[in-house]
């Protein structure tokens, strides 16, 4: 039966969950049953669990003898197996993980992610991030808090096994993106700092979308991580940035724009952070994304770009332009990039592009107080003028 369910090619799932292989192969993963025969039922149950939406279910009798083999009473292969079922049964939506989680599921596979077994971490890590996707908060705050765990996160992503520190990432992305709590105990461990390295080191797509993807939560999570740990100076803000750029650079859609966010929520940092985003190899790289790139990444190129241009002030003022910086990022090019922004049809993008043309406008009319010689930004904010009250006056049409 499990040579048959591990078919490359169509597994017969649907004729064996009708067949009524489900109960016969839960009564095969009886405690007391051979352990090569536990390790069979569990493998077919792994494949069943891996088809349609309906053949998944099919596994509900499964659950309790497949959390129970977790403990420490199954043997290592068994419960790495069992493991793998329950990730395939939480990887297929919410009512399937509450109906895990509300029978146990998650301490004993968090203690298998404790193991020194690569492998069985491996498996449990993945089947982890599975389980709590999410979307209530409440089982992220928990993981977190289980003893030993922000302990073998860190052990996991110091090793040089790929694959393990992929998964563990994965379970750090959907902490940080669902526990304050959780974020609040990684920016303070040395999780980012492992998480850089991952970024300058490795070349494994499967690895560097999760590590970017945790980073970028851990600097819009929490202040500490922008604010304490990359402060401009200290050594690993250098190594981020390099990180950073690397994927700005990538032909990957998903680490551009992932790039592009966490750039974000840096360059909305201090007039610090401003200056070393912009002086880097980012700018230009990001001025290129907002002209050629996907809209959704032009998006999170144009909020970089904009923050990098003002420095907030206080109470209800406006914020002050930092002259230098807006005058090269128009020099640049960036201009057509907002305009388009402008055009959208995407509330949020449109208020961007006006943002930043307001800045261009307001730079404009303040160095006419003081010269009368045409510069760059003189120049672009006559054109952005002449095109925007063009785009008002043709009536606003979706493309």
């Given at each position: 039966?499990?040579?048959?369910?591990?078919?490359?090619?169509?597994?017969?799932?649907?004729?064996?969950?009708?067949?009524?292989?489900?109960?016969?192969?839960?009564?095969?993963?009886?405690?007391?049953?051979?352990?090569?025969?536990?390790?069979?039922?569990?493998?077919?149950?792994?494949?069943?669990?891996?088809?349609?939406?309906?053949?998944?279910?099919?596994?509900?009798?499964?659950?309790?003898?497949?959390?129970?083999?977790?403990?420490?009473?199954?043997?290592?292969?068994?419960?790495?197996?069992?493991?793998?079922?329950?990730?395939?049964?939480?990887?297929?939506?919410?009512?399937?993980?509450?109906?895990?989680?509300?029978?146990?599921?998650?301490?004993?596979l968090t203690h298998l992610?404790?193991?020194?077994?690569?492998?069985?971490?491996?498996?449990?890590?993945?089947?982890?991030?599975n389980l709590i996707k999410?979307?209530?908060?409440?089982?992220?705050?928990?993981?977190?808090?289980?003893?030993?765990?922000?302990?073998?996160?860190?052990?996991?992503?110091?090793?040089?096994?790929?694959?393990?520190?992929?998964?563990?990432?994965?379970?750090?992305?959907?902490?940080?993106?669902?526990?304050?709590?959780?974020i609040s105990l990684i920016?303070?461990?040395?999780?980012?700092?492992?998480?850089?390295?991952?970024?300058?080191?490795?070349?494994?797509?499967?690895?560097?979308?999760?590590?970017?993807?945790?980073?970028?939560?851990?600097?819009?999570?929490?202040?500490?991580?922008?604010?304490?740990?990359?402060?401009?100076?200290?050594?690993?803000?250098?190594?981020?940035?390099?990180?950073?750029?690397?994927?700005?650079?990538?032909?990957?859609?998903?680490?551009?724009?992932?790039?592009?966010?966490?750039?974000?929520?840096?360059?909305?940092?201090?007039?610090?952070?401003?200056?070393?985003?912009?002086?880097?190899?980012?700018?230009?790289?990001?001025?290129?994304?907002?002209?050629?790139?996907?809209?959704?990444?032009?998006?999170?190129?144009?909020?970089?770009?904009?923050?990098?241009?003002?420095?907030?002030?206080?109470?209800?003022?406006?914020?002050?332009?930092?002259?230098?910086?807006?005058?090269?990022?128009?020099?640049?090019?960036?201009?057509?990039?907002?305009?388009?922004?402008?055009?959208?049809?995407?509330?949020?993008?449109?208020?961007?592009?006006?943002?930043?043309?307001?800045?261009?406008?307001?730079?404009?009319?303040?160095?006419?107080?003081?010269?009368?010689?045409?510069?760059?930004?003189?120049?672009?904010?006559?054109?952005?003028?002449?095109?925007?009250?063009?785009?008002?006056?043709?009536?606003?049409?979706?493309?």
């Amino acid at each position: 039966m499990r040579h048959l369910l591990s078919q490359s090619e169509v597994p017969p799932v649907d004729a064996a969950v009708k067949a009524g292989v489900v109960p016969l192969l839960v009564q095969y993963l009886s405690f007391g049953s051979p352990n090569e025969q536990l390790l069979e039922a569990a493998w077919c149950l792994t494949n069943i669990a891996a088809g349609e939406p309906e053949e998944t279910k099919s596994l509900l009798p499964a659950l309790p003898l497949l959390i129970a083999h977790l403990g420490e009473k199954s043997s290592i292969l068994v419960a790495e197996q069992c493991a793998w079922a329950i990730g395939n049964v939480a990887g297929e939506g919410a009512e399937l993980r509450s109906k895990l989680l509300a029978q146990g599921a998650l301490r004993p596979l968090t203690h298998l992610m404790l193991s020194n077994k690569g492998s069985t971490a491996r498996t449990a890590a993945w089947a982890l991030s599975n389980l709590i996707k999410g979307p209530d908060p409440k089982v992220a705050n928990e993981l977190i808090e289980i003893d030993g765990v922000p302990n073998a996160i860190i052990r996991n992503l110091e090793k040089a096994d790929e694959e393990l520190a992929t998964e563990v990432a994965w379970v750090v992305v959907y902490l940080s993106a669902l526990s304050e709590r959780a974020i609040s105990l990684i920016v303070r461990s040395s999780v980012p700092q492992l998480l850089i390295g991952r970024l300058l080191s490795s070349d494994n797509l499967q690895l560097l979308i999760p590590a970017l993807r945790g980073l970028g939560n851990l600097v819009a999570g929490d202040g500490y991580m922008v604010d304490s740990l990359l402060t401009v100076g200290n050594n690993i803000t250098g190594q981020a940035l390099s990180g950073l750029i690397k994927c700005l650079k990538s032909d990957n859609r998903v680490l551009r724009k992932e790039a592009s966010w966490a750039l974000s929520n840096i360059a909305a940092g201090s007039f610090e952070h401003k200056k070393l985003i912009f002086a880097s190899e980012a700018t230009p790289l990001l001025v290129n994304l907002i002209a050629n790139a996907q809209f959704d990444i032009r998006k999170e190129a144009a909020y970089t770009l904009g923050h990098l241009c003002v420095v907030p002030a206080r109470s209800a003022e406006p914020p002050n332009i930092i002259v230098e910086h807006l005058v090269s990022i128009v020099d640049g090019g960036a201009l057509p990039g907002f305009i388009n922004l402008v055009r959208s049809a995407d509330i949020e993008s449109a208020r961007l592009g006006l943002q930043f043309l307001e800045l261009v406008r307001k730079y404009h009319w303040m160095s006419c107080l003081f010269f009368h010689s045409v510069n760059p930004v003189h120049f672009a904010a006559k054109v952005a003028e002449h095109m925007f009250l063009s785009w008002i006056c043709k009536g606003y049409t979706k493309s």
